[in-house]
């Protein structure tokens, strides 16, 4: 301090604290956004190694007293997060912004509908918003992107059958069946109707079970005769316009089993 004269008057001269703290802080953060929960590792930086006090706010209610916490969001939102610390002398404090976003995720759900002998309509069922992706695995080495697929299983077997779904946010979710046949009932049974032919018809009788639907296919695999029959037990099917071939029967019954017979048909 140091006195000086103006004018004969005499006046003080000495350094002035005006307020300005030499402290600083900021952090560092392991993931801004994520789809939830989002887990995240904090570490508080300060220029001065003499910080007795650290003060975190994740910003939804949650606090922390160390230098280094780690926090997981479990609610949808951008997140505000601020550190406060101190050296004993001075408090500062950091914000930043909106630093955490945290991104729904869908929920994967879907319906199976027996269309056929291993012929399935998948239904997608799944909630949550923005969701622009779908996957299905159907279990026997075939894939789909479509959102509600038809797939033809070909034969009998077990099969997995799964969906994932991802969302705009690239959050996504899985959901499977393990025996997509079973869960439907899509059985075979060779031995419960009775298969006869007579010139220009053919006979099914089914004791057991009602007949649901039958069906005619050539040996390219084309449908060329189908109709439902109403559950009855004896049907008749005219054939007077099919050519002399091959072919392949197919019986389906109310309870969703099936049976399949190979029949030569000869027009006299």
């Not at 030499?22 to 989002?38: E, H, K």
């Not at 003060?55 to 606090?63: I, K």
């Not at 291993?118 to 997608?124: L, S, T």
């Not at 008749?236 to 091959?246: C, D, K, R």
Request: proline letters at 3%; glycine letters at 6%; one cysteine or more.
């Amino acid at each position: 301090m140091q006195m000086k004269y103006i004018f004969g008057i005499s006046f003080l001269i000495g350094l002035i604290n005006i307020g300005y703290s030499q402290l600083q802080v900021t952090f560092s953060y392991t993931a801004g956004s994520g789809c939830t929960p989002v887990f995240v590792s904090f570490s508080g930086l300060a220029n001065s190694g003499n910080i007795t006090f650290w003060e975190w706010d994740f910003g939804d209610g949650v606090t922390a007293n160390i230098q280094s916490p780690s926090h997981s969001y479990t609610i949808v939102g951008a997140y505000d997060v601020s550190l406060t610390v101190s050296n004993g002398v001075d408090t500062v404090n950091y914000t930043c912004m909106s630093c955490i976003n945290v991104y729904p995720n869908p929920n994967a759900s879907f319906t199976a509908d027996y269309i056929s002998p291993y012929i399935v309509q998948f239904n997608d069922q799944s909630t949550g918003i923005n969701i622009t992706n779908w996957y299905w695995d159907f279990g026997d080495m075939n894939t789909d992107t479509v959102q509600n697929p038809i797939h033809d299983y070909g034969t009998s077997g077990i099969y997995e059958a799964y969906l994932i779904v991802t969302n705009a946010y690239q959050c996504l979710s899985s959901i499977y069946i393990p025996n997509i046949l079973s869960m439907l009932n899509i059985v075979e049974n060779e031995n419960n109707a009775i298969i006869s032919l007579s010139k220009g018809e053919i006979i099914i009788k089914s004791s057991l079970k009602k007949i649901s639907k039958i069906s005619i296919s050539n040996v390219k695999g084309e449908l060329v005769m189908s109709f439902n029959t109403k559950d009855s037990n004896i049907n008749t099917i005219n054939i007077e316009n099919l050519i002399n071939g091959f072919y392949l029967l197919t019986i389906q019954f109310e309870d969703r089993t099936w049976q399949t017979k190979k029949v030569i048909i000869t027009q006299q």
